[in-house]
């Protein structure tokens, strides 16, 4: 279940805390668990909340990670974890035995700077879907199990593709031996079934008949929160939807609008009951534009005509 349905199956923004979460979970649970409600529809709901709620919890576990390990600490206070310590790595220092963070102002520390295997930039592309870089998330990375490194990355309500993460959204974590110089980590959104993202411009192409095209009227529409109705003018050719689109970076309740665009089609084949209408349609139609072109080729045709004649 993507993050946003997740969020709105239990009644939650994305600011939501944990406590609100479990709290919404339980109010849920009390209403459609099978052996408190007599709707028919009652183990599907609860399954459904089920889902969503390990989403959330998931979600707002690591962000709750990343942000305990944003918060500065002192040196002595660092937890152990247990690891070995590297060989010829100092742990006089404060630097917890083993394992050592990043501090972005300060750099890693000698140790790592003197046995570090990296002699360049390590280079990640964080992967994510566009609801996340939409909305916001925080990624977890990995590295291979000789490594032994992880990076926890907040990724804001906004960002766009291709983006360069700024150092303070990123904390590492690592053994000491395995500590590279540095991490250079850029933003690469998935592409989505629906929705185009062109730098801030967020569009959606609708395919609709030539016919409805000229006519207009109603039609449906994704957004990143749902569906929305939207009136089409005839011949439009282009809809904006106001506060739909893409968010501002870091504000996702401020967001730009949703650039519909009509895919105007036409069927290969007609039956012969469809090609009838069409031709009474056209044959009692007035366009000012046909008429004036009819009549530049008439009398195009009789000047030809009285050429030909006096030759």
Same mark, same amino acid.
């Given at each position: 279940?993507?993050?946003?349905?997740?969020?709105?199956?239990?009644?939650?923004?994305?600011?939501?805390?944990?406590? =609100?979460?479990?709290?919404?979970?339980?109010?849920?649970?009390?209403?459609?668990?099978?052996?408190?409600?007599?709707?028919?529809?009652?183990?599907?709901?609860?399954?459904?909340?089920?889902?969503?709620?390990?989403?959330?919890? #998931?979600?707002?576990?690591?962000?709750?990670?990343?942000?305990?390990?944003?918060?500065? *600490?002192?040196?002595?206070?660092?937890?152990?974890?247990?690891?070995?310590?590297?060989?010829?790595?100092?742990?006089?220092?404060?630097?917890?035995?083993?394992?050592?963070?990043?501090?972005?102002?300060?750099?890693?520390?000698?140790? #790592?700077?003197?046995?570090?295997?990296?002699?360049?930039?390590?280079?990640?592309?964080?992967?994510?879907?566009?609801?996340?870089?939409?909305?916001?998330?925080?990624?977890? %990375?990995?590295?291979?199990?000789?490594?032994?490194?992880?990076?926890?990355?907040?990724?804001?309500?906004?960002?766009?593709?291709?983006?360069?993460?700024?150092?303070?959204?990123?904390?590492?974590?690592?053994?000491?031996?395995?500590?590279?110089?540095?991490?250079?980590?850029?933003? =690469? %959104?998935?592409?989505?079934?629906?929705? =185009?993202?062109?730098?801030?411009?967020?569009?959606?192409?609708?395919?609709?008949? %030539?016919?409805?095209?000229?006519?207009?009227?109603? %039609?449906?529409?994704?957004?990143?929160?749902?569906?929305?109705?939207?009136?089409?003018?005839?011949?439009?050719?282009?809809?904006?939807?106001?506060?739909?689109?893409?968010?501002?970076?870091? +504000?996702?309740?401020?967001?730009?609008?949703?650039?519909?665009?009509? +895919?105007?089609?036409?069927?290969?084949?007609?039956?012969?009951?469809?090609?009838?209408?069409?031709?009474?349609?056209?044959?009692?139609?007035?366009?000012?534009?046909?008429?004036?072109?009819? +009549?530049?080729? +008439?009398?195009?045709? *009789?000047?030809?005509? =009285?050429?030909?004649?006096?030759?």
């Amino acid at each position: 279940m993507e993050l946003p349905h997740a969020f709105t199956e239990l009644g939650l923004n994305r600011q939501a805390t944990a406590s =609100q979460a479990k709290a919404a979970y339980r109010s849920l649970a009390m209403r459609w668990h099978p052996d408190l409600s007599s709707s028919p529809d009652a183990e599907i709901r609860m399954k459904t909340i089920n889902v969503a709620y390990e989403a959330v919890s #998931a979600h707002l576990t690591l962000r709750e990670q990343a942000a305990a390990a944003a918060k500065p *600490q002192p040196a002595a206070s660092r937890p152990a974890t247990g690891a070995a310590t590297a060989k010829g790595a100092s742990t006089g220092s404060g630097v917890s035995p083993g394992f050592s963070e990043f501090d972005w102002q300060a750099g890693f520390t000698a140790a #790592a700077g003197a046995g570090g295997r990296y002699e360049k930039p390590v280079q990640h592309t964080v992967q994510v879907s566009l609801l996340e870089a939409a909305f916001g998330c925080v990624k977890c %990375i990995r590295g291979s199990a000789t490594d032994a490194w992880s990076l926890y990355v907040r990724i804001h309500a906004g960002t766009g593709d291709g983006v360069e993460v700024a150092p303070g959204d990123i904390r590492i974590y690592a053994a000491v031996h395995a500590l590279p110089r540095a991490f250079k980590l850029s933003v =690469q %959104i998935d592409k989505h079934p629906l929705f =185009q993202l062109d730098r801030e411009r967020l569009s959606v192409s609708v395919p609709i008949s %030539i016919w409805r095209w000229v006519l207009g009227g109603e %039609i449906t529409v994704p957004t990143l929160d749902g569906t929305a109705r939207v009136h089409l003018p005839p011949r439009a050719g282009a809809v904006l939807l106001k506060n739909e689109g893409w968010p501002q970076f870091k +504000q996702a309740q401020h967001r730009g609008p949703l650039f519909v665009m009509p +895919q105007r089609l036409a069927p290969d084949k007609l039956s012969e009951y469809d090609k009838r209408l069409l031709r009474a349609l056209d044959a009692g139609v007035r366009l000012p534009e046909v008429a004036g072109w009819n +009549q530049r080729v +008439q009398a195009w045709m *009789q000047s030809t005509a =009285q050429g030909v004649a006096v030759a």
